[in-house]
Nanobody, 122 residues
Framework: QVQLVESGGGLVQAGGSLRLSCRAS????????MGWYRQPPGKQRELVAT???????DYADSVKGRFTISRDNAKNTVYLQMNSMKPEDTAVYYC????????????????WGQGTQVTVSS
């Protein structure tokens, strides 16, 4: 069983910064992709950013230039540095990981963290 644990959420004023962390643990052969999603109040969950094991990144248009995703493969940890935050960034942020759990490339599953609340005040 794989577990994802997020940390770093909280309350911040507009223009401020937060850094989220997510560590994966458990039965892991390799981590293919890690990323962050968010769900604003009353809205659908949306992709924020992803990063592959090779370091290739992808960002939602709404966060480009403000957020930076990175990972430490040795620690099975992904980070999201959030700068110049806006009230519309307020959401529950969820860590996501696509993990190979066995020696075969077909043994892949997607996992989610419990989420961490991020609130940006205006």
């Amino acid at each position: 069983q794989v577990q994802l644990v997020e940390s770093g959420g909280g309350l911040v004023q507009a223009g401020g910064s937060l850094r989220l962390s997510c560590r994966a643990s458990g039965s892991i052969f390799s981590i293919k992709t890690m990323g962050w999603y968010r769900q604003p109040p009353g809205k659908q969950r949306e992709l924020v950013a992803t990063i592959t094991s090779g370091g290739s990144t992808d960002y939602a248009d709404s966060v480009k230039g403000r957020f930076t995703i990175s990972r430490d493969n040795a620690k099975n940890t992904v980070y999201l540095q959030m700068n110049s935050m806006k009230p519309e960034d307020t959401a529950v942020y969820y860590c996501n990981a696509v993990i190979q759990y066995g020696i075969w490339s077909s043994s892949v599953s997607t996992y989610w963290g419990q989420g961490t609340q991020v609130t940006v005040s205006s």
